[in-house]
């Protein structure tokens, strides 16, 4: 979530002159992949003050940029407990639900982080992910177009998009989508390990057509 500047209200208002500097320092510094000091700046506040909302996200932000995926969930349930409404705090506790593959829990997650933060490509795309694997295929497939109508480069995008096509035996569409994030990023691992499964499914599914 470090590329998308935070538009949520509430508790900003209240907050002194001081620490909206503060916060405004953690997010340049995010922004920049210094997260271990951005955490540094959010911790000190969040010392001072254990009910701000705003500190225990970016603890909870900077700390899923770090792969440090328990420090992540406890910040964002702080972030939740201060406001349930919170979409950075709710969209980390759906990535963590995603990687223990508890797709119902992710789903409610993304959802209202999705509510808090419309139109956010990467949020609609985990959001589709998480419906797809929960078993609403055609939610799943839709939100996903909906996430690469908002950012069309986006190679992480593709790929979630052409791993869904494969797994609905769309080969054609799943293809053309690689052959895409490809010329993106040739060098990206993922990229290419689906563009070869996608060849090779393609061609079987091609020769079972023909014996057929």
Not at 51 to 67: G, H, K, M, Y
Request: proline letters at 3%; a neutral charge; one cysteine or more.
């Amino acid at each position: 979530m470090q590329q998308q500047k935070r538009k949520q209200a509430g508790s900003k208002n209240s907050l002194s002159a001081r620490v909206m500097r503060e916060l405004a320092k953690s997010e340049e510094l995010k922004l920049a992949g210094e997260h271990e000091k951005a955490l540094e700046v959010v911790q000190n506040i969040l010392m001072e003050n254990p009910a701000c909302t705003e500190a225990a996200e970016e603890v909870a932000d900077n700390f899923l940029s770090l792969d440090n995926i328990e420090a992540a969930e406890k910040a964002a349930r702080h972030a939740v407990s201060l406001n349930p409404k919170s979409y950075i705090g709710n969209f980390v506790l759906g990535f963590v639900a995603s990687e223990k593959e508890q797709w119902p829990v992710a789903v409610r997650h993304f959802t209202i982080s999705n509510a808090g933060q419309p139109n956010n490509p990467e949020i609609l795309r985990c959001l589709g992910w998480a419906l797809f694997h929960k078993g609403d295929q055609p939610a799943g497939i839709a939100t996903l177009q909906r996430a690469l109508s908002l950012r069309s480069d986006d190679t992480a995008i593709l790929c979630d998009l052409a791993a869904c096509y494969l797994q609905t035996s769309m080969f054609g569409k799943s293809l053309r989508l690689l052959e895409k994030a490809m010329r993106i990023d040739p060098t990206d691992m993922r990229v290419q390990e689906l563009f070869d499964v996608a060849n090779r499914l393609q061609e079987a599914f091609t020769k079972e057509i023909k014996r057929a």
